[in-house]
Protein backbone atom coordinates (compact mmCIF):
# COMPACT_ATOMS: atom_id res chain seq x y z
CA UNK A 1 0.00 0.00 0.00
CA UNK A 2 1.26 3.35 -0.90
CA UNK A 3 -0.18 7.08 0.56
CA UNK A 4 1.01 10.46 -1.66
CA UNK A 5 1.62 13.20 0.68
CA UNK A 6 1.05 16.28 -0.31
CA UNK A 7 3.36 19.69 1.41
CA UNK A 8 1.70 22.67 0.55
CA UNK A 9 3.67 26.01 0.22
CA UNK A 10 6.31 24.49 2.14
CA UNK A 11 8.34 27.79 1.04
CA UNK A 12 6.11 30.17 3.08
CA UNK A 13 4.32 27.92 5.63
CA UNK A 14 7.21 26.28 8.18
CA UNK A 15 6.84 27.74 11.34
CA UNK A 16 7.59 26.08 14.59
CA UNK A 17 8.69 22.50 12.87
CA UNK A 18 5.43 22.13 10.90
CA UNK A 19 7.21 20.25 8.57
CA UNK A 20 7.72 17.63 10.99
CA UNK A 21 4.03 16.31 10.60
CA UNK A 22 4.86 15.40 6.82
CA UNK A 23 7.44 13.57 8.48
CA UNK A 24 5.92 11.80 10.43
CA UNK A 25 3.20 10.92 8.47
CA UNK A 26 5.75 9.16 6.36
CA UNK A 27 7.69 7.92 9.15
CA UNK A 28 4.83 6.08 10.82
CA UNK A 29 3.77 4.60 7.26
CA UNK A 30 7.12 3.40 6.57
CA UNK A 31 7.84 1.46 9.85
CA UNK A 32 4.03 -0.58 8.54
CA UNK A 33 6.03 -1.59 5.61
CA UNK A 34 3.65 0.42 3.24
CA UNK A 35 5.12 3.34 0.82
CA UNK A 36 5.24 6.98 1.00
CA UNK A 37 5.62 9.46 -1.39
CA UNK A 38 5.91 13.28 -0.22
CA UNK A 39 5.56 15.39 -3.17
CA UNK A 40 6.16 19.43 -2.56
CA UNK A 41 3.84 22.13 -4.13
CA UNK A 42 5.72 25.51 -4.07
CA UNK A 43 3.80 28.50 -4.57
CA UNK A 44 2.59 29.08 -8.35
CA UNK A 45 2.78 25.74 -9.92
CA UNK A 46 -0.11 23.55 -11.17
CA UNK A 47 -1.33 21.38 -8.29
CA UNK A 48 -3.48 17.79 -9.52
CA UNK A 49 -5.25 17.21 -5.60
CA UNK A 50 -6.88 14.17 -7.17
CA UNK A 51 -3.52 12.09 -7.38
CA UNK A 52 -3.45 12.85 -3.11
CA UNK A 53 -3.87 11.03 -0.50
CA UNK A 54 -3.09 13.78 2.45
CA UNK A 55 -2.29 17.43 2.45
CA UNK A 56 -0.48 19.11 4.66
CA UNK A 57 -0.42 23.13 5.15
CA UNK A 58 1.73 24.46 7.90
CA UNK A 59 2.01 27.81 9.91
CA UNK A 60 3.69 31.31 8.67
CA UNK A 61 4.04 34.84 9.54
CA UNK A 62 1.03 37.35 8.32
CA UNK A 63 3.55 38.71 5.68
CA UNK A 64 3.82 35.01 4.30
CA UNK A 65 -0.02 34.57 4.49
CA UNK A 66 -0.40 37.70 2.55
CA UNK A 67 2.41 36.71 -0.17
CA UNK A 68 0.64 33.34 -0.69
CA UNK A 69 -3.38 34.45 -1.21
CA UNK A 70 -2.65 35.94 -4.26
CA UNK A 71 -2.43 32.22 -5.55
CA UNK A 72 -5.38 30.90 -3.86
CA UNK A 73 -7.62 31.42 -6.55
CA UNK A 74 -5.95 29.15 -8.88
CA UNK A 75 -5.97 26.25 -6.90
CA UNK A 76 -9.49 26.51 -4.51
CA UNK A 77 -11.38 24.98 -7.28
CA UNK A 78 -9.64 21.68 -7.30
CA UNK A 79 -8.72 21.83 -3.15
CA UNK A 80 -12.40 22.28 -2.92
CA UNK A 81 -13.41 19.15 -5.16
CA UNK A 82 -10.75 17.28 -2.82
CA UNK A 83 -12.11 18.03 0.64
CA UNK A 84 -15.55 17.16 -0.32
CA UNK A 85 -14.50 14.07 -2.25
CA UNK A 86 -12.80 13.01 1.22
CA UNK A 87 -9.25 13.97 1.16
CA UNK A 88 -7.29 14.08 3.83
CA UNK A 89 -6.16 18.25 5.08
CA UNK A 90 -4.04 18.78 8.06
CA UNK A 91 -4.00 22.62 8.15
CA UNK A 92 -2.20 24.36 10.91
CA UNK A 93 -2.33 27.99 12.09
CA UNK A 94 -2.18 30.45 9.20
CA UNK A 95 -3.39 26.83 6.72
CA UNK A 96 -5.83 26.89 9.24
CA UNK A 97 -7.35 30.57 8.99
CA UNK A 98 -6.59 30.52 5.17
CA UNK A 99 -8.98 27.56 4.51
CA UNK A 100 -12.01 30.10 6.13
CA UNK A 101 -13.03 33.54 3.99
CA UNK A 102 -10.80 36.41 5.14
CA UNK A 103 -8.38 37.07 8.00
CA UNK A 104 -9.07 40.55 9.26
CA UNK A 105 -6.25 42.96 10.78
CA UNK A 106 -5.98 46.90 11.14
CA UNK A 107 -4.20 46.54 7.90
CA UNK A 108 -7.16 45.19 6.07
CA UNK A 109 -8.41 41.89 4.99
CA UNK A 110 -6.46 38.90 3.74
CA UNK A 111 -8.74 36.76 1.72
CA UNK A 112 -8.45 32.99 2.42
CA UNK A 113 -10.08 29.81 -0.17
CA UNK A 114 -13.23 30.20 1.37
CA UNK A 115 -13.46 26.55 1.30
CA UNK A 116 -14.98 26.60 4.76
CA UNK A 117 -17.46 29.39 6.06
CA UNK A 118 -15.09 30.59 9.21
CA UNK A 119 -13.12 33.62 9.25
CA UNK A 120 -10.42 35.19 11.91
CA UNK A 121 -9.86 38.45 13.31
CA UNK A 122 -7.00 39.72 14.78
CA UNK A 123 -7.12 41.05 18.30
CA UNK A 124 -4.33 42.85 20.60
CA UNK A 125 -2.24 40.11 23.18
CA UNK A 126 -0.89 37.10 21.56
CA UNK A 127 -2.52 33.69 22.88
CA UNK A 128 1.03 31.59 23.29
CA UNK A 129 2.00 28.67 25.45
CA UNK A 130 1.54 24.76 25.81
CA UNK A 131 -2.30 23.73 25.14
CA UNK A 132 -3.85 20.61 25.94
CA UNK A 133 -7.60 19.25 24.80
CA UNK A 134 -10.17 16.89 24.57
CA UNK A 135 -10.92 15.80 21.33
CA UNK A 136 -13.55 13.05 20.03
CA UNK A 137 -11.08 12.14 17.10
CA UNK A 138 -9.13 9.89 20.02
CA UNK A 139 -9.08 8.90 23.54
CA UNK A 140 -5.87 10.64 24.71
CA UNK A 141 -5.65 14.50 25.30
CA UNK A 142 -4.20 16.18 22.66
CA UNK A 143 -1.42 18.14 23.02
CA UNK A 144 0.59 21.05 21.41
CA UNK A 145 1.82 24.80 21.38
CA UNK A 146 -0.43 27.57 20.22
CA UNK A 147 0.91 31.29 19.39
CA UNK A 148 -1.35 33.13 17.37
CA UNK A 149 -2.89 36.89 17.27
CA UNK A 150 -5.77 35.73 15.17
CA UNK A 151 -9.17 34.60 16.94
CA UNK A 152 -10.86 32.12 14.21
CA UNK A 153 -14.85 31.77 14.54
CA UNK A 154 -16.24 28.74 13.27
CA UNK A 155 -19.76 28.73 13.12
CA UNK A 156 -21.69 25.41 13.55
CA UNK A 157 -18.67 23.33 12.79
CA UNK A 158 -17.31 20.58 15.15
CA UNK A 159 -13.98 21.82 16.92
CA UNK A 160 -11.28 19.91 16.85
CA UNK A 161 -11.17 19.64 20.67
CA UNK A 162 -12.63 21.28 24.03
CA UNK A 163 -9.72 23.05 25.86
CA UNK A 164 -8.42 21.61 29.00
CA UNK A 165 -5.64 24.12 28.99
CA UNK A 166 -5.06 27.14 27.33
CA UNK A 167 -6.21 29.42 24.92
CA UNK A 168 -7.92 27.68 21.36
CA UNK A 169 -9.30 29.63 18.96
CA UNK A 170 -10.30 32.49 20.79
CA UNK A 171 -9.54 34.16 24.50
CA UNK A 172 -12.73 32.32 26.15
CA UNK A 173 -10.60 28.83 26.28
CA UNK A 174 -13.47 26.67 25.25
CA UNK A 175 -12.54 25.08 21.81
CA UNK A 176 -9.99 24.64 19.46
CA UNK A 177 -9.65 24.06 15.63
CA UNK A 178 -12.18 23.03 13.47
CA UNK A 179 -13.30 19.43 11.88
CA UNK A 180 -14.40 19.11 8.10
CA UNK A 181 -15.13 15.69 6.78
CA UNK A 182 -11.32 14.79 6.60
CA UNK A 183 -10.13 18.35 7.21
CA UNK A 184 -8.25 19.00 10.72
CA UNK A 185 -7.87 22.54 10.99
CA UNK A 186 -5.56 23.45 14.44
CA UNK A 187 -3.32 26.12 15.82
CA UNK A 188 -1.44 23.50 17.34
CA UNK A 189 2.17 23.79 16.70
CA UNK A 190 5.00 21.45 18.15
CA UNK A 191 4.94 20.03 15.60
CA UNK A 192 1.28 18.26 15.96
CA UNK A 193 1.30 14.80 14.86
CA UNK A 194 4.51 13.57 17.07
CA UNK A 195 3.22 14.37 20.22
CA UNK A 196 -0.04 12.67 18.99
CA UNK A 197 0.40 9.41 17.34
CA UNK A 198 -2.91 8.30 17.39
CA UNK A 199 -4.12 11.55 15.29
CA UNK A 200 -1.19 10.68 12.55
CA UNK A 201 -2.84 7.17 12.65
CA UNK A 202 -6.62 8.31 12.44
CA UNK A 203 -5.26 10.78 9.12
CA UNK A 204 -3.31 7.87 7.61
CA UNK A 205 -6.41 5.44 8.20
CA UNK A 206 -8.93 7.46 6.30
CA UNK A 207 -6.42 8.37 3.58
CA UNK A 208 -6.03 4.65 3.19
CA UNK A 209 -9.36 3.93 3.27
CA UNK A 210 -10.34 6.45 0.52
CA UNK A 211 -7.26 5.27 -1.59
CA UNK A 212 -7.97 1.66 -1.24
CA UNK A 213 -11.81 1.52 -0.58
CA UNK A 214 -11.63 -0.93 1.94
CA UNK A 215 -11.70 -0.39 6.16
CA UNK A 216 -8.24 -0.55 7.27
CA UNK A 217 -7.02 -1.96 10.53
CA UNK A 218 -3.38 -0.21 11.24
CA UNK A 219 -0.91 -2.23 12.75
CA UNK A 220 0.41 -0.64 16.38
CA UNK A 221 3.56 0.83 17.05
CA UNK A 222 5.93 0.70 20.15
CA UNK A 223 4.68 4.52 21.08
CA UNK A 224 5.57 4.45 24.82
CA UNK A 225 8.68 7.36 24.04
CA UNK A 226 5.46 9.59 22.10
CA UNK A 227 2.84 8.88 24.93
CA UNK A 228 5.57 9.05 27.60
CA UNK A 229 5.72 13.07 26.04
CA UNK A 230 2.05 13.52 25.72
CA UNK A 231 1.80 12.37 28.92
CA UNK A 232 4.52 14.47 30.67
CA UNK A 233 2.54 17.88 28.94
CA UNK A 234 -0.92 16.54 30.78
CA UNK A 235 0.78 15.98 33.99
CA UNK A 236 2.63 19.22 34.02
CA UNK A 237 -0.98 21.18 33.58
CA UNK A 238 -3.15 18.38 35.44
CA UNK A 239 -5.30 18.00 32.89
Known sequence: MKLIIGHLYPELFNLYG?????QCLEKRLRWRGMEAEVISL????????????IVCWGGSSDRESELASRYLTGIRRDFKAYVEDGGSVLAVCAAYQLLGDYYETPG???M?????????????GRLVGNIVLKSKL????????????GRTYIGSYSPFGTVNSGHGNTEKGDYEGLLYK????????GPLLPKNPQICD??????????????IILQPLP?????????????????
Not at 112 to 124: F, K, M, N, Q, V
Not at 182 to 189: A, D, K, S
Not at 223 to 239: G, L, P, T
Open 18 to 22: DRGNV
Open 223 to 239: DEAEHKANHQIVDRFRC
Open 202 to 215: LILKRALERRYGTD
Open 112 to 124: GLGLLEIYTRWAP
Open 108 to 110: GKT
Open 42 to 53: PVGERIDFSNLD
Open 182 to 189: NVIGTYLH
Open 138 to 149: VPMPVVGFENHG
